[in-house]
């Protein structure tokens, strides 16, 4: 399963548009198949990178007081919340997608709207490795973050909402617009009540 899972991620990475045409043909009888063989481990990296990063780099010290098992809790908390919403946002990617297919002509379908949804995420949660760059590996994240809406627009031109070729980019633009304006606002959300909560220091 790790094997094909990181032949997925590869493939999906650095030769996106082949991997699209392998991942149109795919059929899964249960939504949750695609979830449990690729979304629940990769939607995992960042927030567990995140909190291993600030085991590394003394993000859960309180000042003039050392280690805080208070913080580290709260922190944990926070990566668990964080997962959980991840996991709610590709769904909802996902039926945006579907919901804007007749605006540029295109086929609803539920299952390909999130297969889009979750391949053009790889990025964002492959790129959770650099939450281990002390101070910019958010920002270095967010940057590498930004390639999904490549393989996002790589996609559509596959075919999988029979997408007219002369609304592809549009659709891609549309889409990944939303995606990213849904993921930043849950996240500053969530980091906003955490840091109120106590959590000071949120790699």
Not at 84 to 109: D, E, T
Not at 169 to 193: D, F, H, N, Q
Request: glycine share 8%; hydrophobic share 55%.
């Amino acid at each position: 399963m790790l094997i094909e899972l990181a032949h997925r991620v590869q493939g999906i990475l650095l030769r996106s548009r082949r991997e699209w045409i392998k991942i149109k043909e795919e059929f899964f009888p249960l939504i949750s198949q695609l979830f449990s063989s690729y979304v629940l481990i990769l939607a995992a990296l960042p927030p567990v990178i995140g909190f291993l990063g600030n085991i590394l780099y003394g993000g859960f010290r309180k000042p003039y007081s050392g280690w805080s098992w208070d913080v580290a809790g709260k922190n944990l908390l926070f990566c668990i919340v964080t997962y959980i919403f991840s996991l709610i946002i590709v769904y909802v990617i996902g039926r945006i997608i579907n919901v804007l297919a007749p605006i540029f002509s295109s086929r609803r379908s539920n299952l390909n709207s999130l297969k889009l949804a979750i391949y053009s995420l790889t990025p964002y949660w492959i790129g959770g490795v650099v939450y281990l760059v002390p101070r910019t590996g958010w920002i270095l994240r967010d940057l590498v973050a930004l390639y999904g809406i490549y393989i996002l627009y790589s996609g559509f031109a596959a075919s999988l909402m029979e997408t007219p070729r002369e609304k592809v980019l549009k659709y891609s633009i549309v889409s990944g617009i939303l995606a990213i304006v849904l993921i930043a606002g849950v996240e500053i959300i969530l980091r906003a009540l955490f840091a109120v909560w106590g959590v000071l220091s949120i790699a």
